[in-house]
């Protein structure tokens, strides 16, 4: 990612077999920030997602299919440090194409880069498989699973947290044997750029990793998961899409993971220590400007404490201050482009048509200075809608919540539950036997109490419902990145 002339937005390629390659069409991703042109990207075309296809087929007949779990676990954890040594560059990068401010770059997204490289290592290299001994007529049988590589995998992903999400594929994609084509967001080219140089310096075999960078209808995205050369596909992203994509999956057969969209809810009970539940909801509304598929979007707060909750949230919402990204005290962040902005503003003003009551927020900030190019969106928290209405109903994916209240523990679960999505939920109790209780009752992939967005990489992660088919995560990425043979032999 250097050697541009002065004053010309760099031109990111996608990496094919080793080799970094330009097609005929580009694209410009504009900086969240101030709206100014960054780069210039070569977007694939269909011949150059067939070469990406046939260089990931090519390779698992090569060396890399022949490596055994402990090698494939050596070349994952060169990965892992190579990253490291990027650190700097993949943060600036991350920064660049996102406008998150650099802080989280350097706590979150950089890091869980690396570790999911180490994490898959270990996982994959100590995996059991079942094994049984079968009592037949004549004596016994002996029955054990091998896993092997699924194939050539298509990676597609969004861009709210373009090298994590990215790199939570492909390190147990690579783990369990495979080859991948990934197809970044049109939004985030510059990590995924990036993560094909650490691949060729931790010498990852050529044609193992293939990045292929465009848009989805009628462009790269299309034409990876129509393609007839891929054996399986894990997409990150709108439910619509993965809805889109499905189709396209079915004419093959193929295998799909699928991590959707969310409306995810958040339960603050009356027990609950309100300086944790506040401090949490928070993190769990505006962490990075909201484009989390786990943020609190619905908030149902116990009457008792409803005001009070109200009162504090709203006020430390409204004291989320804009930074330049670059500022080490930033925490706030633009949301990725003018037309995420124009979106996000359009949910603002539904929300006030529906009879909302605006407790803080629901515009624009100002700047004075080039951020008024940016696609920037106040912080919002709102009040006095039914559960029926599209504001508590359809993800906006931006800094807001809407808060209600509930009467008792059945009713906070009944409101939680009525949802087309079933991501993720947050509870906030000190009853031990009511979280127990959230977590068997919630209808939601991942039930967090008394904390938000802490990350096991062995647990399973997914949703429920429209927010996704499948787990991935620990042994359960094993199970969709690896294909099971059942060897049955007669031991008489
Ligand atoms: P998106 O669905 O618009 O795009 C995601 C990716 O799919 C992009 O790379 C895009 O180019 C590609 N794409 C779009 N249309 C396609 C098509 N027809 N065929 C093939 N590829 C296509 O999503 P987004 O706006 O980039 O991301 C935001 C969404 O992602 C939100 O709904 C959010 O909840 C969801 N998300 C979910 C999770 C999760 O783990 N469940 C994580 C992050 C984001
Ligand atoms: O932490 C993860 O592994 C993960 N997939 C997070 C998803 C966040 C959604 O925006």
Redesign the pocket.
Known sequence: MAGRPVGEPELLRGFIDGGFVAGGKTFTKASPVTGEILFEVAEADESMVDDAVAAARAALNGPWGRLGEAGRAAVLRRVADELERRFDDLVTAEVADTGKAISQARTLDVPRGAANFRAFAEIAASAPTESFTTVTPTGRALNYALRKPVGVVAI??????PLL?LTWKVAPALACGNAVVV?????TPASATLLAEVMAAAGVPDGVFNLVH????D????F???HPGVDAIT????????A??MR?AADGVKAVS?????KNAGLVFADADLDAAVAGSVRSSFTNGG????CTERIYVQRPVFDEFAERLAERAAGLTFGWPSDEATVNMPL?SAE?RRKVLGCYDLARAEGATVLTGGGVPTFGDARDGGAYVQPTVLTGLGPATRTNRE?I?GPVCHLAPFDDEQEAFALANDSDYG?AATVWTRDVGRAHRAGAGLAAGIVWVNTWFLRDLRTP???MRA??IGREGGTHSLDFYSELTNVCVDLT
């Open positions: 597609v992903v969004p861009w709210n947290l999400l197809k970044p967001s049109e939004e465009g848009f989805g209808p462009s790269a995205g299309e990876l998961t129509r997409f990150t992203g709108e439910s619509r899409t993965g889109t994509i396209a699928f991590e959707l969209g969310g484009q989390v598929c786990l990725i995420h993800e994916f991501l992660f997914g949703g927010s996704g």
